[in-house]
T-cell receptor, first 108, second 117 residues
Framework: SQQGEEDPQALSIQEGENATMNCSYKTSINNLQWYRQNSGRGLVHLILIRSNEREKHSGRLRVTLDTSKKSSSLLITASRAADTASYFC????????FGAGTILRVKS | GAVVSQHPSWVICKSGTSVKIECRSLDFQATTMFWYRQFPKQSLMLMAT?????????EQGVEKDKFLINHASLTLSTLTVTSAHPEDSSFYICSARDRGVYNSPLHFGNGTRLTVT
């Protein structure tokens, strides 16, 4: 069963704007990961945040984790057209379970 | 970085035939590999966990006789869709963990688009 649920389902923004995607999950986790998928391709790992971390940065990406609310957010700053993709959160208990994903479209 | 090679990238087959998909970790060893299925505009659904040297663990609702998994070495897992039917048409993606890295993220192959006619 899927555990992570992202919102919004789809997001359309202008290049240069920030994009924020949220993920909620149901059970306790060891870590939470964000992945990106270009259409018809495999997934690319973006960032992992452990259950004892609250915030993590990687380049233009910023991830937060609130274990009390069982939620995480992914912020992409200064978006580019090349950021257009689907983004998934995945919770890692014993195995990765993916959310439904957010389709991000960045218009140039 | 860790690379997972999945082959073929796409395949078209006739109903009733079997199709084998390979998943290889090119520069790391993977005790465990995962097979996912993805329908258009949907998320990945875990089908089974492939364990090197032992039987795969299938998720509820996935027929093990339909989707045969073999993980004969630390770098190769195969998924065989037996007696394929049009409803098996989907995007299949494998992934693997680097057993040499603590809490390794999953490394994904580029997927196989299967079309059964």
């Amino acid at each position: 069963s899927q555990q992570g649920e992202e919102d919004p389902q789809a997001l359309s923004i202008q290049e240069g704007e920030n994009a924020t995607m949220n993920c909620s999950y149901k059970t306790s986790i060891n870590n939470l990961q964000w992945y990106r998928q270009n259409s018809g391709r495999g997934l690319v790992h973006l960032i992992l945040i452990r259950s004892n971390e609250r915030e993590k940065h990687s380049g233009r990406l910023r991830v937060t984790l609130d274990t009390s609310k069982k939620s995480s957010s992914l912020l992409i700053t200064a978006s580019r057209a090349a950021d257009t993709a689907s983004y998934f959160c995945a919770t890692d208990g014993n195995k990765l379970v993916f959310g439904a994903g957010t389709i991000l479209r960045v218009k140039s | 970085g860790a690379v997972v090679s999945q082959h073929p990238s796409w395949v078209i087959c006739k109903s009733g035939t079997s199709v084998k998909i390979e998943c290889r970790s090119l520069d790391f060893q993977a005790t465990t590999m995962f097979w996912y299925r993805q329908f258009p505009k949907q998320s990945l659904m875990l089908m089974a966990t492939s364990n090197e040297g032992s039987k795969a663990t299938y998720e509820q609702g996935v027929e093990k006789d339909k989707f045969l998994i073999n993980h004969a070495s630390l770098t190769l897992s195969t998924l065989t869709v037996t007696s394929a039917h049009p409803e098996d048409s989907s995007f299949y993606i494998c992934s693997a963990r680097d057993r040499g890295v603590y809490n390794s993220p999953l490394h994904f192959g580029n997927g196989t688009r299967l079309t059964v006619t």
